[in-house]
């Protein structure tokens, strides 16, 4: 089994930075994509960024310039450095990562969500 597990959330003024962590553990054979999203109530899960095997990232428009998303693939870890947030930023942060384990198939095991809130 694989555990995905996000830290990093909390209250932060707008104008403001969060880092996110995200750590995966447990049978990993290898590890895919990595993918950031978020969710605010009454609204859709959005993807906000991903960064790929290789290390490409893409943002969604919302969040380009603002944020900035890496990868320790040493240690399973991906990370979502957020500056200048605003109060539309605020929403719960899910972790998605895409974990080929030691039987050689690849699923998507997401975390259990850390919540940001940009105060104005």
């Known amino acids: 089994q694989v555990q995905v597990v996000e830290s990093g959330g909390g209250l932060v003024q707008a104008g403001g930075s969060l880092r996110l962590s995200c750590a995966a553990s447990?049978?990993?054979?290898?590890?895919?994509?990595m993918k950031w999203y978020r969710q605010a109530p009454g609204k859709q899960r959005e993807l906000v960024a991903s960064?790929?095997?290789?290390?490409?990232?893409n943002y969604a428009d919302s969040v380009k310039g603002r944020f900035t998303i890496s990868r320790d693939n040493a240690k399973n870890t991906g990370y979502l450095q957020m500056n200048m947030l605003k109060p539309e930023d605020t929403a719960t942060y899910y972790c998605?990562?895409?974990?080929?384990?030691?039987?050689?198939?690849?699923?998507?095991?997401w975390g259990q969500g850390t919540q940001v809130t940009v105060s104005s």
């Open positions: 447990g049978d990993i054979y290898r590890m895919h994509s």
């Open positions: 960064v790929s095997s290789d290390g490409t990232t």
């Open positions: 998605a990562a895409r974990v080929e384990t030691s039987v050689l198939v690849a699923y998507d095991y």
